[in-house]
Structures are given as structure tokens and as C-alpha cells.
């Protein structure tokens, strides 16, 4: 078990607003992922990190921003909500799959449910 | 970069019937394979994967996936579908020289029909 968390699991704001939301996890892995889910369009990287203030952007990343300030805890952030960023927001990390092949797994948080007035 | 194509976002099929659940990548190289499923209002489990050893996976729940390198394919399958298996899946590539990049499908919602 990874041991991600994700907070808060569902929230409602309005257009305007800033919104954070945490994705905490408790084995130390380098690599965490912030992906959203929308009907019709499965899951689209945002951001990533793959290390403590080391981040990346990802195929949908305008209008999101991350911190990595420890380990642990991989922050998105939306400095203005807008109704098209209501959407399932999933974080995850990469760890190894084990058996020597080299390749890793993503290990899913449970979701937050962002809806954007 | 990566394409992963999934045929038909939906799929219904009786129960007691033969589950088949379409994935092709698109990569001159074999990539890591892999199958997620997501339970309604939950997050994303891991199904199986494809790590270049048995080209045919067997995964939780009865579930398997046969990587075929000439049709770019990994298609999942159950040969008698439960009521339970009533979900939506998703099929994801890693290219084995990033280690840490992954691509996915749009995803395949499964109907089992009593």
C-alpha cells in the first residue's frame, strides 16, 4: 500500500477563487502525479514531480500550478477556478513493479471532486 | 510521444459472457503495458501488466492480456463475465527508457447485463 491521501475528496467553489488541493504520501517515493479525469478523455498528466521542488508540466497544465516543498506532499494549486476545471483530480505515485523488469507502476489516490460554479 | 487508442468507450456484454476489451499503442518499441480498473466513485487499481517477460498476463479477478508486438496490441479478456466486473478500464504504455512517463487510454466503461 503507497499510503496516498489526497484532501479535500470533494469541494465546490465558485468561478474566481483559488483552490488547493494535497496529495500526501507516506513511503517516500520520488516520482507523484497530478492527473484530471473527464468523460470522453480518460486521464491527462497536469503536472508532475520527481523530486522536492523538481516539477514538470504536463499535456494540460495551463491554469494549474504544483509545489514540492518535502517529499511527501505534492500540492496542485488553481490560482483562479473556472467552471472548466471542474473535473476529478487524481494524484498518484510510480513505484517500482518489482521482478527486476525495471518497470514501474502508477499507484492511484482515491480522487477529490472539484466542481467549479 | 506514446498514443494509446482503446476501441469502443463502451462495451456490454451478458453475464456468463466472454469479456474482450480492445488496446493498441502506438511505438516502434515495446513499451510496459498495463490495465487499470476504476469501481464507480473510486480511484484507479491496478488490473495487470506487460513487463517483457510472458507475453500473456494474468491479472485479479480473472482477467488476462496477451501482448501482441505485430499488431501493437494488448487486449484484455475474461472468458465469463460477473456482475461485478461492471466498471471502467483503462489501458496505460510506460516506454521502457523513461521509466517514469505514462500514457493512457480514454477508457472503456463495461456493462454486464444480468
Known amino acids: 500500500d503507497a499510503g496516498i491521501t489526497q484532501s479535500p475528496r470533494h469541494k465546490v467553489t465558485e468561478t474566481g477563487t483559488p483552490v488547493t488541493l494535497r496529495c500526501h504520501q507516506t513511503?517516500?517515493?520520488?516520482?507523484m502525479y497530478w492527473y484530471r479525469q473527464d468523460p470522453g478523455h480518460g486521464l491527462r498528466l497536469i503536472h508532475y514531480s520527481y523530486g522536492v521542488k523538481d516539477t514538470d508540466k504536463g499535456e494540460v497544465s495551463d491554469g494549474y500550478s504544483v509545489s514540492r516543498s518535502k517529499t511527501e506532499d505534492f500540492l496542485l494549486t488553481l490560482e483562479s477556478a473556472t467552471s472548466s476545471q471542474t473535473s476529478v483530480y487524481f494524484c498518484?505515485?510510480?513505484?517500482?513493479?518489482?521482478?527486476?523488469?525495471?518497470?514501474?507502476?502508477?499507484?492511484f489516490g482515491a480522487g477529490s471532486r472539484l466542481t467549479v460554479l | 510521444a506514446q498514443s494509446v487508442t482503446q476501441l469502443g468507450s463502451h462495451v456490454s456484454v451478458s453475464e456468463g459472457a466472454l469479456v474482450l476489451l480492445r488496446c493498441n499503442y502506438s511505438?516502434?518499441?515495446?513499451?510496459?503495458l498495463f490495465w487499470y480498473v476504476q469501481y464507480p466513485n473510486q480511484g484507479l487499481q491496478l488490473l495487470l501488466k506487460y513487463t517483457s517477460a510472458a507475453t500473456l498476463v494474468k491479472g485479479i479477478n480473472g482477467f488476462e492480456a496477451e501482448f501482441k508486438k505485430s499488431e501493437t496490441s494488448f487486449h484484455l479478456t475474461k472468458p465469463s463475465a460477473h456482475m461485478s466486473d461492471a466498471a471502467e478500464y483503462f489501458c496505460?504504455?510506460?516506454?521502457?527508457?523513461?521509466?517514469?512517463?505514462?500514457?493512457f487510454g480514454t477508457g472503456t466503461s463495461l456493462t454486464v447485463i444480468p
Open positions: 498518484a505515485i510510480s513505484e517500482s513493479s518489482g521482478g527486476g523488469s525495471g518497470a514501474n507502476v502508477l499507484t
Open positions: 513511503e517516500n517515493h520520488r516520482y
Open positions: 496505460a504504455v510506460s516506454p521502457p527508457n523513461t521509466g517514469n512517463q505514462f500514457y
Open positions: 511505438s516502434s518499441v515495446p513499451p510496459y
